[in-house]
Protein backbone atom coordinates (compact mmCIF):
# COMPACT_ATOMS: atom_id res chain seq x y z
CA UNK A 1 0.00 0.00 0.00
CA UNK A 2 0.83 3.81 -0.48
CA UNK A 3 1.73 3.96 3.27
CA UNK A 4 3.96 0.77 3.31
CA UNK A 5 5.96 2.86 0.94
CA UNK A 6 6.05 5.69 3.62
CA UNK A 7 6.52 3.74 6.30
CA UNK A 8 9.76 2.07 4.09
CA UNK A 9 11.16 5.37 3.39
CA UNK A 10 11.00 6.75 6.98
CA UNK A 11 12.47 3.55 8.24
CA UNK A 12 15.41 3.76 5.71
CA UNK A 13 16.25 7.44 6.61
CA UNK A 14 15.89 6.31 10.12
CA UNK A 15 19.15 4.70 9.24
CA UNK A 16 21.00 6.79 7.67
CA UNK A 17 24.01 8.60 8.99
CA UNK A 18 24.45 12.08 10.03
CA UNK A 19 26.58 12.49 6.92
CA UNK A 20 24.15 10.80 5.02
CA UNK A 21 21.55 12.48 6.05
CA UNK A 22 23.49 16.04 5.10
CA UNK A 23 23.91 14.77 1.85
CA UNK A 24 20.22 14.33 1.33
CA UNK A 25 19.45 17.49 2.06
CA UNK A 26 21.57 19.08 -0.10
CA UNK A 27 20.96 17.04 -3.06
CA UNK A 28 17.47 16.96 -2.62
CA UNK A 29 16.65 13.81 -4.45
CA UNK A 30 13.23 12.78 -5.83
CA UNK A 31 12.55 9.01 -6.51
CA UNK A 32 9.42 8.83 -9.41
CA UNK A 33 7.55 5.30 -8.25
CA UNK A 34 5.22 3.55 -10.51
CA UNK A 35 2.68 0.54 -9.47
CA UNK A 36 4.44 -2.81 -10.28
CA UNK A 37 3.30 -6.39 -11.77
CA UNK A 38 6.11 -7.84 -10.38
CA UNK A 39 6.37 -8.89 -6.66
CA UNK A 40 7.13 -5.58 -5.51
CA UNK A 41 4.40 -2.86 -4.99
CA UNK A 42 6.13 -0.28 -6.89
CA UNK A 43 9.38 0.56 -8.98
CA UNK A 44 11.12 3.53 -9.81
CA UNK A 45 10.60 5.21 -12.77
CA UNK A 46 13.18 7.78 -12.04
CA UNK A 47 15.59 9.44 -9.84
CA UNK A 48 15.93 13.52 -10.08
CA UNK A 49 18.15 15.98 -8.29
CA UNK A 50 17.60 19.47 -6.68
CA UNK A 51 20.80 20.10 -4.97
CA UNK A 52 21.18 23.91 -3.06
CA UNK A 53 23.94 25.48 -4.42
CA UNK A 54 24.55 28.43 -2.79
CA UNK A 55 25.84 27.66 0.66
CA UNK A 56 28.35 30.76 1.14
CA UNK A 57 25.71 32.97 2.24
CA UNK A 58 23.04 32.89 5.25
CA UNK A 59 21.97 36.32 5.54
CA UNK A 60 19.26 36.16 3.07
CA UNK A 61 16.89 33.67 4.41
CA UNK A 62 15.98 35.52 7.29
CA UNK A 63 15.86 39.17 8.67
CA UNK A 64 16.19 40.17 12.46
CA UNK A 65 13.86 42.74 13.55
CA UNK A 66 14.45 44.46 16.92
CA UNK A 67 11.26 41.80 17.97
CA UNK A 68 12.81 38.64 16.49
CA UNK A 69 13.75 36.29 13.77
CA UNK A 70 11.29 36.52 10.45
CA UNK A 71 11.75 33.35 8.22
CA UNK A 72 11.83 34.86 5.00
CA UNK A 73 11.20 33.20 1.20
CA UNK A 74 14.15 33.04 -1.89
CA UNK A 75 13.07 34.72 -4.85
CA UNK A 76 14.84 32.28 -7.17
CA UNK A 77 13.15 28.58 -7.40
CA UNK A 78 16.96 27.43 -6.96
CA UNK A 79 17.11 29.11 -3.87
CA UNK A 80 13.52 27.56 -2.46
CA UNK A 81 14.81 25.51 0.32
CA UNK A 82 17.16 27.64 2.37
CA UNK A 83 14.73 29.34 4.32
CA UNK A 84 14.04 25.90 5.79
CA UNK A 85 17.48 24.78 6.79
CA UNK A 86 17.89 28.18 8.66
CA UNK A 87 14.41 27.28 10.17
CA UNK A 88 15.99 24.18 11.61
CA UNK A 89 19.10 25.84 12.52
CA UNK A 90 17.44 28.48 14.85
CA UNK A 91 15.43 25.52 16.21
CA UNK A 92 18.37 23.61 17.13
CA UNK A 93 20.01 27.02 18.55
CA UNK A 94 16.65 27.88 20.47
CA UNK A 95 15.97 30.73 18.47
CA UNK A 96 12.19 31.37 18.40
CA UNK A 97 10.96 32.96 14.84
CA UNK A 98 8.21 35.50 15.15
CA UNK A 99 6.98 35.30 11.88
CA UNK A 100 7.53 32.72 8.76
CA UNK A 101 5.30 30.93 5.63
CA UNK A 102 5.18 33.75 3.75
CA UNK A 103 3.84 31.54 0.64
CA UNK A 104 0.98 31.39 2.54
CA UNK A 105 -0.01 34.61 3.24
CA UNK A 106 0.57 35.31 -0.54
CA UNK A 107 1.80 33.78 -3.41
CA UNK A 108 3.73 36.73 -4.28
CA UNK A 109 5.23 37.54 -1.33
CA UNK A 110 9.12 37.12 -1.02
CA UNK A 111 11.36 38.66 1.41
CA UNK A 112 15.19 38.51 1.41
CA UNK A 113 17.16 39.40 4.28
CA UNK A 114 19.87 41.17 1.46
CA UNK A 115 16.82 44.18 1.44
CA UNK A 116 16.74 44.65 5.10
CA UNK A 117 18.43 47.02 7.54
CA UNK A 118 17.76 48.15 11.54
CA UNK A 119 19.20 51.98 11.44
CA UNK A 120 17.98 52.96 15.21
CA UNK A 121 15.30 51.74 17.43
CA UNK A 122 12.93 54.36 15.43
CA UNK A 123 13.62 53.03 11.41
CA UNK A 124 14.27 50.39 9.98
CA UNK A 125 14.48 50.30 5.97
CA UNK A 126 12.98 47.56 3.28
CA UNK A 127 14.20 47.24 -0.58
CA UNK A 128 11.43 46.19 -2.61
CA UNK A 129 10.69 45.60 -6.27
CA UNK A 130 13.58 43.07 -7.23
CA UNK A 131 14.35 40.22 -5.22
CA UNK A 132 11.65 40.93 -1.67
CA UNK A 133 8.65 42.03 -3.25
CA UNK A 134 5.52 44.67 -1.54
CA UNK A 135 3.23 41.40 -0.47
CA UNK A 136 6.39 40.51 1.81
CA UNK A 137 6.63 44.66 3.23
CA UNK A 138 2.46 44.44 3.94
CA UNK A 139 2.85 40.89 5.26
CA UNK A 140 5.45 43.01 8.19
CA UNK A 141 3.44 45.44 8.56
CA UNK A 142 0.30 43.68 8.71
CA UNK A 143 1.56 41.25 11.07
CA UNK A 144 3.39 43.52 13.39
CA UNK A 145 6.62 42.50 12.86
CA UNK A 146 8.52 45.66 12.54
CA UNK A 147 9.82 46.73 16.08
CA UNK A 148 10.18 50.00 14.67
CA UNK A 149 8.10 53.56 14.62
CA UNK A 150 9.13 53.94 11.01
CA UNK A 151 9.93 51.62 7.94
CA UNK A 152 11.10 53.25 4.68
CA UNK A 153 10.37 51.24 1.70
CA UNK A 154 13.70 51.77 -0.76
CA UNK A 155 11.46 50.93 -4.26
CA UNK A 156 13.02 49.27 -7.22
CA UNK A 157 11.06 50.27 -10.30
CA UNK A 158 13.20 49.55 -13.30
CA UNK A 159 16.46 48.68 -12.09
CA UNK A 160 16.40 45.31 -12.54
CA UNK A 161 20.10 43.81 -12.14
CA UNK A 162 21.68 41.59 -10.02
CA UNK A 163 24.69 44.24 -9.29
CA UNK A 164 22.40 46.24 -7.24
CA UNK A 165 19.69 43.17 -6.69
CA UNK A 166 19.85 43.79 -2.66
CA UNK A 167 19.68 46.98 -0.83
CA UNK A 168 22.88 46.24 0.72
CA UNK A 169 24.29 45.95 -2.78
CA UNK A 170 24.61 49.88 -3.06
CA UNK A 171 23.71 50.92 0.57
CA UNK A 172 25.19 50.02 4.29
CA UNK A 173 25.50 51.85 7.12
CA UNK A 174 29.40 52.75 8.75
CA UNK A 175 27.97 54.00 11.93
CA UNK A 176 25.26 55.51 14.21
CA UNK A 177 25.65 59.25 12.18
CA UNK A 178 26.47 57.64 9.06
CA UNK A 179 26.02 55.65 5.49
CA UNK A 180 27.30 54.71 2.71
CA UNK A 181 25.17 54.72 -0.89
CA UNK A 182 26.27 54.46 -4.43
CA UNK A 183 26.23 57.60 -6.68
CA UNK A 184 22.90 56.94 -8.47
CA UNK A 185 23.06 60.05 -10.63
CA UNK A 186 27.05 59.33 -11.90
CA UNK A 187 25.75 55.88 -12.60
CA UNK A 188 23.22 57.44 -14.19
CA UNK A 189 25.23 59.32 -16.65
CA UNK A 190 27.50 56.85 -17.27
CA UNK A 191 25.42 53.89 -18.32
CA UNK A 192 22.36 55.56 -19.83
CA UNK A 193 19.85 53.85 -17.68
CA UNK A 194 17.36 54.48 -14.75
CA UNK A 195 19.02 52.87 -11.96
CA UNK A 196 16.78 55.17 -9.41
CA UNK A 197 14.57 54.37 -6.17
CA UNK A 198 11.58 56.12 -4.72
CA UNK A 199 11.37 55.80 -0.70
CA UNK A 200 8.29 55.66 0.60
CA UNK A 201 7.96 56.09 4.87
CA UNK A 202 5.29 54.00 6.82
CA UNK A 203 4.31 54.86 10.18
CA UNK A 204 3.92 52.15 12.40
CA UNK A 205 2.23 54.04 15.31
CA UNK A 206 -0.11 55.57 12.86
CA UNK A 207 -1.19 52.45 12.01
CA UNK A 208 -1.94 51.05 15.38
CA UNK A 209 -3.69 54.27 16.16
CA UNK A 210 -5.79 53.98 13.50
CA UNK A 211 -7.08 50.59 14.82
Known amino acids: TFQALIDSKNANIDELSDKQLVNVVLTNPTITLKPSKSNRFAEATSISFKPLGNLAFCRDQ ?46 DA ?3 GGDYFVVNKDLSILGVGYRTTIKAAEFLMEKNLLGTR ?8 ADHTDERSHLDTFFNILNDKYAMVLDFNKLQTTTKTTVERK ?13
Do not use: C, W
Request: hydrophobic share 35%; charged share 30%.
Open 62 to 107: QITTPKGIVIGRMNSSQRNGEHKIMEQVFKNLNFEEIGKNLEEYDK
Open 110 to 112: FLE
Open 150 to 157: YMALIYNE
Open 199 to 211: VFLYDNKARDSNK
